[in-house]
């Protein structure tokens, strides 16, 4: 494992050369910038286009790792291609879906809340066993739906985002994809 990218990774439970991928998302990916460190030109007909991804970002609370890597809090990234004087640019957006779950969590650097795929809040078997609230991490997937962005968990409702700034809106209930689901 490259420990100098990826930082130590000390978890027996999981194998030395991917055990990587339980590293949390650097603070200075959470940012917005143009990229300047391209080869090549960004083809013209990508004017006005984004792309965006989402995945697991974070790993941890207060030096505990999580259990698996997809009970990892959801973090989206926006690369958008617009016009400038050179041509055509990207910009780089990161950020982490701020659910109710991912806010007090942080806030507090606590694990406070049980994850599907094994992570769990303190104190134990008893404490967990009949919890029933599964904290929604927000990590699975990224849909616009016309003017509005949305991100997904298979267990959950979606939160909307802001497409520019990716900050998180709300947690959809009546309206957007869903709507009619139930």
């Given at each position: 494992?490259?420990?100098?990218k990826?930082g ?33 030109i ?8 984004t792309?965006?991804?989402?995945g ?16 990892g ?41 049980r994850?599907?795929?094994?992570t ?18 927000a990590n ?11 991100v ?5 409702r ?11 809106l709300?947690s ?6 869903l709507?009619?689901?139930?």
């Amino acid at each position: 494992m490259n420990t100098e990218k990826y930082g130590e990774y000390n978890n027996e439970r999981q194998h030395e050369d991917w055990g990587f991928v339980y590293s949390s998302t650097p603070s200075e990916a959470v940012d917005s910038y143009i990229i300047d460190d391209i080869d090549g030109i960004i083809p013209p007909e990508l004017e006005g286009v984004t792309f965006y991804k989402t995945g697991p970002g974070n790993f941890e609370r207060n030096g505990k790792k999580f259990e698996h890597v997809l009970d990892g809090d959801g973090f989206v990234i926006a690369i958008n291609f617009q016009k400038d004087d050179t041509g055509t640019s990207a910009k780089y957006t990161g950020r982490f879906v701020e659910t109710e779950y991912f806010c007090e969590e942080r806030d507090e650097d606590k694990i406070k809340y049980r994850n599907v795929f094994g992570t769990q809040r303190d104190g134990g078997v008893l404490a967990n066993a009949f919890d029933l609230t599964l904290k929604n991490v927000a990590n699975t997937n990224v849909l616009q739906w016309g003017q509005r962005l949305f991100v997904f968990w298979e267990a959950g409702r979606p939160y909307e985002l802001n497409p520019d700034t990716l900050e998180t809106l709300r947690s959809v209930t009546e309206d957007g994809p869903l709507s009619g689901l139930g």
